[in-house]
């Protein structure tokens, strides 16, 4: 009982440090269009977006972003403009439901809470993905995911469900728990890039210990990097905004952590 209690309090410290700064890190080209797109899954609606560069002609790779605990904010949007401006077309899901977005964190701890079983997470992943592929603009062999926090868990249940994605997945400060490590090690096919904060407080040194051996040892396809001195929210501007000890933006993490994602996604797409 003890431990499940240390277990949630560090949970919610942790998804704590999710919330999406809506300062833009770059300026986007203005040959970016966005669209918000309603779509609808066991009779539940949900409000996804997609983002592509006009100038960019013909079929291209397609990126799944999987936003935070806190819902599709506007900081996983900013992450899907900055992917189309790469060339690739960008949708970032919305795993709990239409205009479902918060800032408290109790009511954000309920939200991925009801996502917690993996099947059902899985689910609304892959008609996500089902869903980009059949955007015009995407090339559907040439698909890839990223996930920040909350979504760092889902591209890493992609992967551990024997999914193959030519792109692969990149998590950032995710969570490195899932109830499919042992089991999900040996079926791993898709390329993993996981970035994660060495300073980061919220992820049990152990526990992140036994996430990489327990791949490693599968011979799974994982790249893992600890970036030194990072703490947990290392992507996000304002981070340590929220008071919380343990919580910062780090612009080296930051910088590095995007420039490898963008040539693991360039190496993997050839």
């Known amino acids: 009982m003890l431990r499940s209690l240390v277990l949630f309090s560090t949970l919610v410290l942790f998804f704590n440090g999710c919330a999406g700064d809506k300062k833009e890190m770059s300026q986007i080209k203005e040959s970016i269009k966005t669209q918000d797109f309603e779509y609808n899954l066991d009779g539940k609606d949900y409000l996804g977006y997609f983002a592509v560069d006009s100038e960019v002609k013909g079929k291209r ?64 992943i892959n008609y996500a993905l089902k869903l980009l592929k059949e955007n015009p603009d995407v090339d559907p062999n040439k698909i890839g995911a990223i996930g920040y926090c909350f979504g760092g868990k889902g591209v890493i249940e992609i992967a551990l469900d024997g999914q193959e994605l030519k792109g692969g997945v990149v998590s950032f400060h995710g969570m490195l728990m899932s109830q499919n490590l042992k089991t999900g090690a040996k079926k791993v096919k898709t390329k993993m890039l996981v970035h994660h904060g060495a300073a980061d407080p919220f992820m049990d040194p152990k526990m992140v210990e036994e996430f990489v051996k ?52 360039a190496t993997n797409f050839k």
């Open 61 to 124: 790779p397609g990126i799944l972003v999987i936003h935070e605990w806190w819902g599709l904010n506007d900081y996983p949007k900013m992450r899907a403009r900055q992917l189309a401006e790469l060339g690739y077309v960008a949708f970032a899901m919305d795993v709990y439901g239409k205009g479902i977005v918060t800032n408290d964190h109790n009511e954000a701890g309920k939200l991925s809470g009801a996502n917690g079983d993996s099947k059902s997470f899985l689910k609304k």
């Open 214 to 265: 327990t791949l490693k040892d599968a011979n799974a396809p994982l790249e893992f990097v600890s970036h030194p001195g990072a703490k947990h929210g290392f992507t996000k501007l304002g981070a340590e905004k929220h008071g919380l000890d343990g919580l910062a933006y780090n612009a080296e993490a930051d910088a590095k952590s995007f420039q490898s994602m963008k040539e693991f996604f």
